[in-house]
Each structure stands twice: as structure tokens, then as C-alpha cells.
């Protein structure tokens, strides 16, 4: 018995970005999950997962069209899309190959269920589960807290667990006349913002097509612990004082004084919204000034308090400010509306929850990506922390930003960070005063890489 119902505003926005991608990269939308599996017996291992699953509708949903609208299907049962393999794993890091072949095999959209994984043992002992879910049906949010309840389910654990809201429930919620007022707030957010205008100077491509893209990695693992410092010294977040420096890069090297920068918000500022085990990630947009004349702390606080205020209109439905847009003049002279929109994205996600060293001294490093996602919008950062390490994942347009401006706009994160903890007095123009500001190994490479590598 299965019951079918629409999609919460998360589901729907995942599954207009995750239909635009070009044939051949649905793997983008998977996320993935190891967990060890050491000292416990295949049965308990099963018996987990299956209370999971009972547990949680996501697990047990389908997507399906139904008069080409996305819907969800919700099973009573299904059965585990768990694969088993039994062999001696001799390296240790066995586990990151595995996570990375199974990260690039695509889900369908429909008919299927959106997640699945691998179960290898060595002469039947359990030693680690590989699982890979698509963004359709959880964020990374959800991941953490399903890892967190098998814990407690192996260990024995009888206490009552929170589980939050279902996406179906969800859903519901906000069809009904209580959500009114939040949906009107949102939508008047919107209009503001589209009066604003968009950032012009970023081209836009169409559904399902593909361009030259360019994608550059800083890694550092002190560059996340001076951002955590930053933000307690201006009383802001680690995110926002990230941002607020890729901003001052972007405006800088697109010759203006005011840019469009959109938000991933995890849509999880409730409490009641804690617990809940699906995806509800949405990108909002905010227009904002870059002042090269404000202190460091001026534009940090400036940035954050425009970030918080997007942050609160950031559920929404997506057709609706679609239609909104339309309405409004928008005009994106083809058929992708999350290009259009978001033309300029920032998304950080903190993948475990070890905190970074800002005295730690490990070199940095600075990386072309061989092949780069060649499709999306004219310019994205997505900040990744693992580990106690900081990875800065900017993918952009050569033809509007070349490498040596995305080079530049990676240095001046990298000073600017370091300046917002040493001299936050500092004004903005300062970044690039050509005084041949001193930055340590630890946050930025002396060594440059050359363009090609990005071709070997």
C-alpha cells in the first residue's frame, strides 16, 4: 500500500535544479555516507537499518509525474536496497574508493527509491556501510541525524526519538491557511528583491546545457579556524564572513558596487524543524552594497545581516516565484529559472562536526579541477569543512571571470579572513592596495598552479 501526496518546497526545489542537469551528470544531486560497522553482527546491522526505515518516510518514498507535476509516493514497506559484498579490506582507506564509485552512479528520478548501499563484511564480520542518498530526499542535515539514530539503535539504545516532521506532513502544512502569512512575507521578499535587480554582468544558460567551466579548490585547514574566530570576534557567523569575502572578490572583479549573492539555507531555524528527515534546502538571493570604502568589520556585518534577513523568507515555493518573476519582466530568454535566479550561489556545509585550528600550520594547497562541472550558473562557491579541513570549491565562467581573477578572488578571501582577526579596521580597498600583504603557507600557496593543469 503506498499513498500519494505533492511535494514540500524542498522536494520541489531539489527537483527543479536536479531536472536541468545535462545527460550525464545526475550523479551531482548523490550524497554520500560511510559507517563503520566494527564489532557488530550482520542481524543487529539489519535489524537497524530496517527500524530506520520503518522509522522514516523519506526512506520509503518514490517520485513519480502525475499530469507532468512531480509527486511523492510514500510505501508501507519496501525493501532495502542494500548490497552485500564479503572480502578482506586491506587498505584502509578502501572505504573513500568505494564511497567515490558509488557517489557517481545516478539515481533515476522517478520510480525508484533514492538511495541505496553497500554492506561489506570479511568472513561475515560487518566492517562498514557505504550509503549513497540523492539530494531528492535528504540534505546533509538529515544524513547526520540518520547516522546518529543507527548508532543509538546498535547500541541498544530504548530511548524515544524525535523524528520531526514528514516531507509528506510538510507538504501539507504549508497548503494550509496558517501558512499564509509566511508564504505572503516570502513573496513580498521576492518582489523586493527582483525590483532590486539581479546581477546583470552573469550570463545564464539554459535546462540540461553545457559550457566551458572553470572550477578552483583552496584547501586549508587553518583557513576554517580564522573564519570560526572572525565570526566570534564580530559576532556573525563562520559562513558569513566566508561570504562576505567572495562577495568583495566577485564585486571587485565585475567592476561594480552592488551584487547578487544566493544563499543554500537549510530552511532549519525552527526547532520544530530540528528533527526532520528529508531534503528542505533552498537557494535565496540577496542584493547587496560592496562598499570598498567600509572596514572589514563593516562589510562583514553588513554581508551577514543581509544574509540573515534572506534567511527567513527562505522556503518558498518555487513555481509560484517562477510565475512571480515572469510577472515581474523577468525575461531569462530561456528555459532554466534556476540559472536565471541564482545567478551567483554560496553554500557551505560543515560535514562533521571536528572544529577547525586556526594555528594550525598544515601548507595549503590551491587545485584546477581536471574536468569541471561544465553546466549551472556563471559563478559558484561551496565551502566544505571535514575534518578539521576547509575546502573552497569556485566554479565560474572563464569568459567572466578568468583564472588569474578567480586566483585573486581566492587570495582575497584567504587575506581577508586573516585580516578580519588581525586588523579589522581595516577598509575593503585595502585587499587590494598591491602592498604585497604577507600570507602564510597555512592559507594560501606560494606556489601558484598553472592553467594547464586544469587540462592534464
Known sequence: MSVEAPLSHGQLFSWREIERYPPGWGHEANLPSTWDLRGLSPALVDRALERLVRRHETLRTTYHLRDGLPVQRVHEEVRLPVERVDRQVADPTEHERV???????????????????????YRGAPMYLSLTFSHLIVDVWSIHHLQDQFKALVAGSGAAVETGFTPRELARRQREESWRPRQAA??????????????????????????????????????????AQAGRTHGVTPPAVIMAFVAAGLARHLDTDRVTMSLMSSNRFAQEDQHNIGTMNQ???????????????????????AGAKAYRHSCYDFDQVTAMAARAGEDPGHDCWVNHLFRAWFNYV??????ADSADQTPATLRWTPLAQSYGQAFRVRVEVDDGETRVLMLADPDVLPPEAMVDIMRTLALGLQL??????????????????????????????ERAARAS
Open 420 to 449: 578580519a582577526v588581525t586588523d579589522p579596521g581595516r577598509v575593503l580597498k585595502d585587499l587590494w592596495s598591491g602592498h604585497g600583504w604577507d600570507l602564510p603557507e597555512a592559507l594560501f600557496p606560494r606556489e601558484l598552479p
Open 350 to 355: 560543515q560535514v562533521d562536526r571536528r572544529p
Open 186 to 227: 516570502s513573496e513580498r521578499y521576492w518582489r523586493d528583491v527582483l525590483a532590486g535587480g539581479l546581477t546583470d554582468r552573469l550570463p545564464t544558460l539554459p535546462a540540461r546545457t553545457e559550457k566551458e567551466r572553470l572550477e578552483l579548490t583552496l584547501t586549508s585547514r587553518r583557513l576554517g579556524g580564522l573564519a
Open 99 to 121: 564511497k567515490l564509485e558509488r557517489l557517481a552512479i545516478p539515481f533515476p528520478m522517478t520510480g525508484d527509491l533514492n538511495w541505496r548501499a553497500l554492506m561489506v563484511t
Open 283 to 305: 537557494l535565496i538571493p540577496f542584493v547587496t552594497a560592496v562598499d570598498r570604502g567600509a572596514t572589514l568589520a563593516e562589510h562583514i556585518k553588513r554581508l551577514h545581516w
